[in-house]
């Protein structure tokens, strides 16, 4: 199993900029990474993945936000730029090791979990 902290998170105003980070621990694979939000009274969904070097983002953030992980420290990064309002909600790290890339903004394939980091985007 893989334990996942986030953190980074903080209000902003919009078109301001924020990078979340998620530390991941423990015995399990992180060869998928990804980063979710749920924003109040809605579904949670899929921001951006990345695994074996590639990348794909939720059309919502193309362009504005940017998934990266540092091996060494073992530790995924969401930066994100040029925020928006309906950026706000809380945003999760999930980590996986084994899957489907054409599923992975789905979180049905996520076997670990963070426990959220709450971003708040001001007008």
């Known amino acids: 199993q893989v334990q996942l902290v986030e953190s980074g998170g903080g209000s902003v105003q919009a078109g301001g900029s924020l990078r979340l980070a998620c530390a991941a621990s423990g015995s399990g694979s992180t060869w998928f990474m990804a980063w979710f939000r749920q924003a109040p009274g809605k579904e949670r969904e899929g921001v951006a993945a990345l695994s074996a070097g590639r990348t794909t983002y939720a059309d919502s953030v193309k362009g504005r936000f940017t998934i990266s992980k540092d091996n060494a420290k073992n530790t995924l990064y969401l930066q994100m730029n040029s925020l928006k309002p309906e950026d706000t909600a809380i945003y999760y790290c999930?980590?996986?090791?084994?899957?489907?890339?054409?599923?992975?903004?789905?979180?049905?394939?996520?076997?670990?979990w963070g426990q959220g980091t709450q971003v708040t985007v001001s007008s």
């Open positions: 999930a980590a996986t090791g084994a899957g489907n890339w054409y599923s992975s903004l789905g979180e049905r394939m996520y076997t670990s």
